[in-house]
């Protein structure tokens, strides 16, 4: 928890909830321990997706669907690409798009994506957001950038690891500390790459957002 949960729950009791039937998925996701975005992630998410009414979206991480039918509901003639390489999870979220009838809007590639993302077309995005395994985001930045237009919005969720980014590599379990270190580096190469411009919030469990510069490859 970055911020206090009083202070959270009060700003998530602020939000307009759900629709019935994402709510419901919602629910099934935490009930199983299928990562999902936090409700506070869902306020911003929803508020950028209003603002900036992208055309095409790429997600980095399907996992069981709940994030791409989340942006299709505020965007219903947008067309998303999304990406998962976990097998167990990839049927599950065919079935909610198919539940949803959302499987001609939301297209699911499956496979690693450092091997799918060079198969995508240049600048073809307006709106990526990024919510796949932490320790690649590092590795993922390069072909994001080639695919993301001028002018174009990246947001990378769960960047502060729970508070855990502003502590000593030593002070994290060794079995975190690859993606400690990976994701300090990411931060840090957003903050100084001369063609974005960057911020780092302290929603839900850490969001960047990442504007691509005009001219930028």
Do not use: W
């Not at 989340?70 to 990406?83: K, Q, V």
């Not at 499956?110 to 060079?118: F, I, N, Y």
């Not at 077309?121 to 950038?145: C, R, S, T």
């Not at 990378?156 to 994701?183: C, K, P």
Request: proline share 4%.
């Amino acid at each position: 928890m970055i911020v206090g949960q009083r202070l959270t729950d009060f700003v998530n009791a602020q939000d307009v909830g759900l629709p019935k039937e994402l709510e419901a998925l919602y629910q099934e996701a935490l009930s199983t321990d299928v990562p999902v975005i936090r409700r506070e992630t869902q306020s911003l998410l929803r508020f950028l997706l209003a603002d900036r009414k992208p055309k095409k979206i790429l997600e980095v991480g399907t996992a069981i669907g709940f994030s791409a039918l989340f942006m299709s509901s505020h965007l219903p003639e947008c067309e998303i690409t999304t990406i998962e390489n976990y097998d167990k999870r990839i049927p599950i979220a065919r079935e909610n798009f198919r539940r949803f009838q959302k499987q001609e809007q939301i297209t699911l590639i499956e496979g690693d994506a450092e091997e799918v993302l060079p198969t995508l077309p240049d600048e073809e995005y307006e709106f990526v957001f990024m919510d796949a395994a932490k320790g690649q985001y590092i590795h993922f930045l390069p072909q994001i950038k080639r695919v993301l237009c001028p002018g174009g919005l990246l947001v990378s969720d769960n960047v502060l690891q729970e508070g855990e980014i502003v502590e000593s590599r030593f002070a994290v379990t060794r079995r975190n500390r690859t993606i400690h270190g990976r994701m300090r580096e990411y931060l840090s190469v957003l903050m100084r790459d001369e063609g974005l411009v960057s911020t780092i919030l302290t929603v839900g469990d850490g969001v960047a957002l990442t504007i691509k510069k005009e001219g930028t490859i």
